[in-house]
């Protein structure tokens, strides 16, 4: 079985041969990885990062996906207000997609 910083640079090493497109989702599972390390500040970039990308792609389901993860990083850290703006972010795609 891998552990989860085998896994961290599995996907970091698929980013190098990646398309842009794809790239959205692997800072989403980067981020993932991340939160589950408790590394939230740095899932949260991984996050924004994802967001920036399925944005310019108009990938609805993804933003969905990417906001929500956010909120609950957010949500870990405290920042409830910026939990919030983004589970509502998360809601208007869900209803878009």
């Known amino acids: 079985m891998k552990t989860i910083n085998e896994i961290?640079?599995?996907?970091?090493?698929?980013?190098?041969?990646?398309?842009e497109q794809e790239k959205g989702a692997l800072y989403n599972s980067i981020g993932?990885?991340?939160?589950?390390k408790g590394k939230i500040k740095t899932a949260i970039k991984?996050?924004?990062l994802a967001v920036?990308?399925?944005?310019?792609y108009d990938l609805k389901s993804n933003l969905a996906v990417d906001y929500l993860n956010l909120g609950n990083a957010y949500r870990v850290i405290g920042d409830?207000?910026?939990?919030?703006?983004k589970i509502k972010k998360r809601f208007a795609y869900c209803i878009k997609s």
């Open 52 to 56: 920036e990308i399925d944005k310019k």
């Open 46 to 48: 991984s996050f924004n």
């Open 8 to 19: 961290l640079n599995y996907h970091k090493e698929i980013l190098k041969t990646a398309t």
């Open 80 to 85: 409830f207000e910026k939990a919030k703006e």
């Open 32 to 36: 993932q990885i991340y939160y589950y």
